[in-house]
Structures are given as C-alpha cells and as structure tokens.
C-alpha cells in the first residue's frame, strides 16, 4: 500500500455541510480525492484484478498514483489515465515515475481518447474529471463498446447533500444508474461516491 504525503482536514479545504461528515475525513486539497477513497481505489484495484483501467482527470495525480499503485501490486494491468491539460498532465507523469509499465498517460480530450480507443474493454473506469464531462464521457463509453462485461465504474463527487460545488444534473444520472445497477455501493458523506456494476 502507498504511503502518502501529509495531509488535512477534508473541512479545510472544500465546504461541507454537516450531514456530510467531512470532519472525519482527509484530504490533500481542494481538487484531488480525499484519502480514504485514493485508498478505497488502490485496494478496489487489488480486489479486482483489472487488465484495463481508465481515469477521466489527473488534479495532482494522486488517483492515477492509487491505480497504478494496486495494479503494480498485482503484477498486470494498465491505467489509461487522460487529461486533457498538458501542465497537469506533466505534474501527474512525475508522481508516477516508479509506476512505469503500468499506466499510459494521454494529454488530449477524453471525449476524443475515447472515441479513438481501440484497445481492450475497461473493466474498471474512474470517472472523476471536470463533472460537466463525467455523464458524457461513462455514454461515450456505452456508445464505443468500451466497457467490460461486468465492469465497474466509480463517480466521485457525488454526495446529494452538498451545496456549494454541487451538480443535480450529474448526481441524477448518477442516481438513475445506480437504478439500472442495482447492488453497487453508494457513500454520501465527504464529497461522495458511488459505484456501479454493469449487469
């Protein structure tokens, strides 16, 4: 398991309301993932032994770090990690300099990666760009035939009690599909995050 930086309060850097529980959770800053959930994907990972993992959005890289982390543990696997920033792209490459064989950076849109991809089926997606993105990049992948049989997907930023930073178009189509897959896994509290599994 990854070792990671010092860091803070996820309450002193992102509004909260207090139904979120915020307090008990860490965080490096404002824009990546909290901790606890790098760690929930480093070990989703782990568990799930993927062969083809994607990421929408670097921020810092600690997401891609989590992936690539857990997929050197088991040995396999590649992250396709896109970003479409060229300066946050170049951040992110040197966070993950021991993880070389393991992930594949793309500095380009990912509605366009995606279009163009024409390697193996994710079977693990990490959906965590900018959120007016999100909805359309988890379609194009439904539209391209990028996703796995049975394959997971994961939406951070999707807390329904949040205020400020909150998008109702986007935490629906997250809510309508967790109703066309049942049985995934939803947490409200910090920022959110909810995970699906393709039947």
Wanted: charged residues 20%; contains cysteine.
């Amino acid at each position: 398991m990854l070792q990671w930086p010092n860091s803070v309060s996820e309450l002193s850097v992102h509004p909260h309301c207090e139904e979120e529980r915020a307090g008990l959770y860490h965080a490096f800053d404002g824009g990546s993932a909290e901790v606890e959930v790098l760690e929930f994907l480093e070990a989703l990972v782990r568990l799930l032994k993927p062969r083809a993992v994607l990421l929408t959005g670097l921020e810092q890289g600690y997401c891609a770090l989590a992936l690539a982390s857990g997929l050197r543990s088991n040995g396999f696997g590649r992250l396709h990690a896109v970003e479409p920033n060229q300066q946050v792209a170049q951040g992110a490459a040197g966070r993950l300099a021991d993880f070389r064989g393991f992930y594949l950076l793309h500095h380009c849109d990912s509605l366009q990666f995606l279009e163009a991809h024409d390697g193996p089926p994710f079977e693990l997606c990490v959906f965590d760009g900018p959120l007016g993105r999100r909805a359309d990049e988890y379609n194009h992948c439904e539209r391209y035939g990028l996703l796995a049989h049975e394959a997971v997907c994961v939406f951070h930023d999707t807390s329904e009690l949040r205020g400020q930073g909150h998008d109702p178009a986007f935490v629906r189509f997250v809510a309508g599909l967790r109703d066309c897959h049942p049985g995934g896994l939803t947490c409200r509290y910090s920022r959110g995050l909810t995970m699906i599994q393709r039947r």
